[in-house]
């Protein structure tokens, strides 16, 4: 049960319910970061009394430190700032709810300074799983999903006796907002369009992840790294309600799936509350209200993103790294209107056979194939 926090991106969709989760159950917090949203930080600093607040750049933090003189929380900035509200001492767990592969250091200078982490910046998993996960086991710390999907199949999971009766991982999809549309028709698509999620409201860029349905390629890569399941056992199913969160099946094809009504405070709080269940700030399910469930095939030709990932994890070496680089880079120029939607799932593809690939051993190996990999798409771009 964590008593002390450090929340990496509290300004955020996912940090700003997590503070509401933190005031609903008592929870101490030792650090908060923000990336500009300087306003709200220093709301969150006024009412949660962190001992450390950080913020993107260094001009901002003069900004921030001059709002703050009458308290005593210290102001940082930058990635050093994130890994040293990371590290904090008085934390002892790092919720990670920043945004993109920036997550990666300050995830790994959290682990080393042996906090627990209750993770959704799942572009660290996608990135650098297996630095991670090889990390959390030597310093015997714990990773918690804050992902819907990977806490329920970890809320499933706390009834399996024996790993090896584990058949099968099946992660729900919403779909989003283009399920049913092809390739052909999803050319002309707008942002606001794509930002439109029928089910969940989160940050600009898991929405349009979202819509691409890159963001479920991204759960695969991020449930082989949680639970040490292979691929080819990860399975996605279309649900569009959104109440199935998702499920795991056993060797007797019984299958177990984790429920509730969708609200990103069930599986935050869970991460924070582990092992123990309390109540939670969140609507009860009626089933009866929702009436039916169904479930749906993916299109894996028309969502070019979701086989992407499928085919990079299998490929391995750095290819997880170029597809989330290049995912990164060509969201960032839909969202300014530079590209189209398909251009998303296109441009990640090519990718794929234009990086030169490499093995990955360090953190620096994915730095330099993410340079390339956004670099790619730029330069690809700027051709046209
Ligand atoms: P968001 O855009 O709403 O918030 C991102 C947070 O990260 C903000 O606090 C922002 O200030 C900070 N940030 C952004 N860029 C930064 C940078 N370069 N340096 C430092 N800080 C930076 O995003 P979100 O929807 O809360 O998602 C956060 C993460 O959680 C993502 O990895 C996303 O995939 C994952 N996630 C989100 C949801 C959800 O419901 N929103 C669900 C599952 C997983
Ligand atoms: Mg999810």
Redesign the pocket.
Known sequence: MTENISVL???????TQTLRVCEFLNVKVSAL?????IDLLEQQVRKFKPELAVI?TEEKAKELRLRLSDTSTRVGFGLEG?CEAAAIESADTVLT????M?GLKPTLAAIEAKKNIAL????TLVTGGNLVMKAAKENGVKIYP???EHSAIFQCLQGCPDRKVLKRLILTASGGPFFGRRYDELKDVTVEQALNHPN?S?????TVDSASMMNKGFEVIEAKWLFDVPVERIDVVVHRESIVHSMIEYADNSVIAQMGVPD?KIPIQYALTYPNRVECETEQLDLTKISSLTFFKPDYETFKCLKACRKAIDMGKNFPVIVNGANEAAVELFLDRKISFTDIGDLVTEAMSSVSVRDINSVDDIIETDILSREYVSQTVGKV
């Open positions: 991106g509290s300004t955020g969709s996912i940090g970061t923000a990336f500009s949203n993107g994130l709810a920043v945004v993109g920036i959704a910046n799942k572009e804050v992902d819907s969940w989160m940050g600009a860029k898991i990103m």
